[in-house]
């Protein structure tokens, strides 16, 4: 986990991510992993921390 450090994820991260994951997060939306953006469930802004258990995959607006 990267914490504050950096706002976006790593390698490994997306990685984790693609492995527990293979579509959007959204329910209905059946776009491949690779189609998704990682965002944070707390916002960056708000003081999310890049951490898995704080990141998630949806597709990118059209």
Known sequence: ???RQN???SR???Q???SMYRT???EGCDRHFDQCQIH???EWEHGGATDLDNLTHAQSAP
């Open 1 to 3: 986990d990267i914490g």
């Open 24 to 26: 959007c997060a959204i």
């Open 40 to 42: 944070h469930l707390l």
């Open 12 to 14: 490994t991260q997306r």
């Open 16 to 18: 984790a991510l693609r």
């Open 7 to 9: 706002r976006l994820a």
